[in-house]
Every structure is written in structure tokens, then in C-alpha cells.
């Protein structure tokens, strides 16, 4: 069974910078697609950056320039650095994998960034 647990939210201010740590079990992390995603009250959730097994990342357009994913597969953690953070960035971000044709999500963390 695949878990995934993420860590790391809290309360910043406007400007300021938090890291989420995604760890994950009960799956060969190395060759595994990880993925944030974020949920804002009363919108979709919405992806905010992949990285794939060899590296190559991809980050939707509002958090380019400000976030960095990154893996670290020795300790099967996947990271969320986020800087400059705006108060629009303030969700629940999500962990996300598949794993032979199942997708799993952590329990989420809260962020929230006052102005």
C-alpha cells in the first residue's frame, strides 16, 4: 500500500518562504512521477508542479520563478520549496503519484499566507 505523508505548511507572511516534504512508502520511489497539487477554499484543485523520475520538472505558470521541486530518492522524499509567497498561494497542498495504474494522494498540508 502506497502512503504518501506531507509535511511542512504553516502560517507565513507575505514574501516569506515555507518547504513541504512529501514521504512516501510502499512504493519504488525511484522510478515514481511526483506531483504537488493545491486546493484554495471554494476552487478546483489546481497542479502546481511534477518532477519525474530522471529530474525534468514542470511548474504551472503562477509559482514559476518562485517554487522549486526537487526528490531526494535515498530518503524517498519529494520537496515543494516555495518563495516569495503570496497570499493567493494560501491552500491545502496535496502529494500525488501513481503507482502501477493507481494514483495516490497524501492527507494534505495547510498553507496560509497573510497580506
Known amino acids: 500500500q502506497v502512503q504518501l505523508a506531507e509535511s511542512g505548511g504553516g502560517l507565513v507572511q507575505a514574501g516569506g518562504s515555507l518547504r513541504l516534504s512529501c514521504a512516501a512508502s510502499?512504493?519504488?520511489?525511484?522510478?515514481?512521477?511526483m506531483a504537488w497539487y493545491r486546493q484554495a477554499p471554494g476552487k478546483q484543485r489546481e497542479l502546481v508542479a511534477t518532477?519525474?523520475?530522471?529530474?525534468?520538472?514542470y511548474y504551472t505558470d503562477s509559482v514559476k520563478g518562485r517554487f522549486s521541486i526537487s526528490r531526494d530518492n535515498a530518503k524517498n522524499t519529494v520537496y515543494l520549496q516555495m518563495n516569495s509567497l503570496k497570499p493567493e498561494d494560501t491552500a491545502v497542498y496535496y502529494c500525488?503519484?501513481?503507482?502501477?495504474?493507481?494514483?495516490?494522494w497524501g492527507q494534505g498540508t495547510q498553507v496560509t499566507v497573510s497580506s
Open positions: 510502499g512504493t519504488i520511489f525511484s522510478i515514481n512521477f
Open positions: 500525488n503519484t501513481k503507482f502501477i495504474g493507481t494514483v495516490y
Open positions: 518532477i519525474a523520475s530522471g529530474g525534468s520538472t
